[in-house]
């Protein structure tokens, strides 16, 4: 899930870095969420752009959010959509919870200013998140970028390039 305002920039490159490393076979699909329209509160049911996000959510044994860091944490494109996981928790009919239980959450970021350090409010809620559904927390790859949207550090893409083999096992 690509949570950056800006297309094919720095985190983007990342994840599709470590992307390019996963196994022959391996389903990969990419959704951008910036510019989605979700119906208003109160709505029934899931449809248009949300119905869209949902289905790639259920369909997919693992989700990787890909955002870079804003005030210590994920972009506002990607708070909006894992706060629509409440919503869809709510539907019964969706079974949203035991659904998600068993997937892997994962993350991929990177950085301006500061350090590492800066993004474990970023990694903690999606650890949480992740703990809260029975998913399993896959890990962050988190690197910094400079400001014209390229990687600063020249490990990023060795590290990323190594980062889905790390895999972690279902709990």
Known sequence: MLGSAREGGATESLARRAAESLPAGARCSWHQLSGLRFPGEGASGAEGDEEACLEATLEHSD??????????????????????????????????????????????????????????????????????????????????????????????????ESFFAAAPESP
């Open 63 to 160: 989700l990787v959010m890909v955002s870079p860091l804003y005030w210590y944490s994920v972009s506002a494109q990607t708070k909006l959509y894992l706060d629509h996981w409440a919503t869809w928790m709510m539907r019964p009919d969706l079974r949203f919870r035991d659904r998600m239980r068993g997937k892997t959450l994962w993350a991929v970021s990177t950085y301006a200013r500061g350090g590492v350090q800066d993004a474990e409010p970023l990694v903690g809620m999606l650890q949480r998140t992740a703990g809260y559904l029975d998913m399993t927390w896959g890990g962050a790859l988190l690197h910094r970028a400079r400001s014209n949207g390229h990687l600063a550090d020249p490990d990023a893409r060795r590290h990323a």
